[in-house]
């Protein structure tokens, strides 16, 4: 007896330790198969309750009022799958006649409080068939990311989404990209993890960042080039410009386009020029774009400010194809900001909003977009940095949150990948001059 008890106190307080430090184990432990027997158990009649189930057909009423028999119930949407995932389950579901996918969508949260689950949300997989994704606990309250990603090149695993999917930055499809935040609400955070996942791909970075380089010069081993005044950065985006010209002359000069060209070797960026003549994609990181934009009314800086502007403008118009991407983060970015800057936001595809202090700055993300996300951007709660709304043009949007990436593991991943910094002729006078090199690669009589 005594034994039982103890054996029973060992396990209920491994479960709470699970559960406090572990929870995605704790999920897969004890919570998933709970989960499971109770959405069995529970499903017909929670379907019923919340008005997902049909009518029974006219013809088993008719057969049921001919032969006299009871009145057949109304039809429940039947299982087409259930399955246990690392942060829920996912309930595959064949719509019944007459329903459609909006009809679970406006269910999601009384199913979820009926299932007890933390969250559930509805998509369509196909005509006829919903998915209902459920999450067994708070995935975002402590972020971690899967081990096995679908990352690629350029493909970045950057947040953990509410419904416990990867949300990747992905710089093909979406060229350039906002992000908005007021200050302390994980904007940095959220760029360090971008430069983290970039520092090992082939790819070239550009920072500028006009907070004197607190943010970015840390990570300065990987950077070709960093700007650290707005001289600087108005010199390395004239410099992107210039290089962005070269490469299309070297496009044009590859296209070549005549009636015996194969179709598939007639490109227009540079992912279709052969290998040895692809120039190396490069990302620029701008940290506090309003510094940019600002100026303090002096003619010189005036002149500065507008040149810096039609720069940023011209990269983001004719980048993409030049494998120039760029990713701008800002605490606002509206027209208080000055001429050019609207122009400039519509050309930002990718629009993410960490928390902000007022309506105005979540409708400079995301007005244009989705009334939805300007929502769920000002409900951010301040007690959890780093989370965030990001939406695309198609305006869907999700909440994410990124993993809290320190600076010292952002600055190890850097120093790792060092030698992967490639050179771009264009911007040798930027590439940040290095500190001492790391201790722990000194030989060992000159590190003592
Ligand atoms: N994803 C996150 N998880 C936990 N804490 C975070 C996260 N992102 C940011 N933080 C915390 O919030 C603080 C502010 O983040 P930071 O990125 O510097 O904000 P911003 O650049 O918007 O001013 C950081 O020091 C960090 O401690
Ligand atoms: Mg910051």
Not at 38 to 44: A, D, E, H, N, T
Request: with cysteine; net charge positive; charged share 25%.
């Amino acid at each position: 007896m005594v034994a039982w008890t103890i054996a029973g106190a060992v396990v209920t307080g491994l479960a709470l330790l699970l559960r406090w430090q572990r929870p995605a184990w704790y999920w897969l432990a004890f919570g998933a198969p709970l989960a499971l027997v109770r959405v069995l158990v529970r499903y017909g009649s929670v379907m019923d309750a919340c008005g997902l189930t049909v009518p029974p057909s006219r013809l088993r009423l008719t057969l049921a009022r001919v032969t006299g028999s009871t009145v057949p119930n109304s039809r429940v949407p039947r299982i087409l799958r259930l399955s246990v995932t690392r942060t829920g389950l996912v309930l595959r579901v064949k719509m019944r006649p007459g329903q459609d996918a909006f009809d679970y969508l406006a269910s999601t949260d009384r199913l979820r409080h009926s299932f007890g689950l933390h969250g559930v949300a509805a998509c369509e997989i196909r005509a006829g068939v919903v998915e209902l994704r459920m999450t067994g606990y708070d995935v975002l309250r402590r972020v971690q990311m899967p081990a096995r990603t679908d990352a690629g090149l350029l493909r970045l695993p950057v947040a953990l989404r509410e419904d416990g999917t990867v949300h990747y930055r992905d710089y093909r499809q979406v060229p350039h990209a906002l992000n908005i935040g007021a200050t302390q609400s994980g904007k940095s955070v959220y760029q360090r993890q971008l430069v983290a996942e970039l520092a090992p791909q082939p790819v070239a970075l550009v920072g500028i960042d006009c907070k004197q380089g607190v943010e970015l010069a840390p990570l300065a081993r990987r950077l070709s080039a960093l700007a650290a005044t707005p001289d600087d950065a108005l010199a390395v985006l004239e410099a992107l410009i210039e290089r962005m010209e070269e490469i299309y002359q070297t496009i044009r000069r590859e296209q070549r386009v005549s009636a015996d060209t194969p179709d598939e070797e007639i490109t227009a960026d540079i992912w279709g020029l052969p290998e040895h003549l692809r120039p190396v994609p490069v990302v620029v990181l701008i940290d506090e774009v309003a510094e940019l934009a600002l100026s303090a009314g002096s003619k010189e800086e005036e002149k500065r400010r507008d040149r810096i502007v039609t720069a940023l403008v011209r990269l983001v118009q004719l980048g993409r194809a030049a494998g120039i991407y760029v990713e701008v983060c800002g605490q606002r970015f509206g027209s208080e900001l000055g001429k050019g800057i609207t122009m400039l936001r519509a050309q930002l595809t990718g629009r993410t909003a960490h928390r902000v202090n007022d309506e105005a700055s979540a409708n400079m993300a995301f007005a244009d977009i989705s009334p939805d996300a300007v929502l769920a951007t000002v409900q951010i709660p301040a007690d959890r940095p780093g989370t965030a709304v990001a939406g695309d043009s198609s305006g869907g949007w999700v909440r994410i949150r990124t993993p809290h990436t320190s600076l010292r593991r952002a600055v190890n991943v850097c120093n790792a990948h060092a030698d992967l910094t490639p050179e771009l002729p264009e911007l040798a006078d930027f590439r940040p001059a290095l500190g001492p090199v790391p201790v722990e690669s000194l030989p060992v009589a000159e590190a003592a």
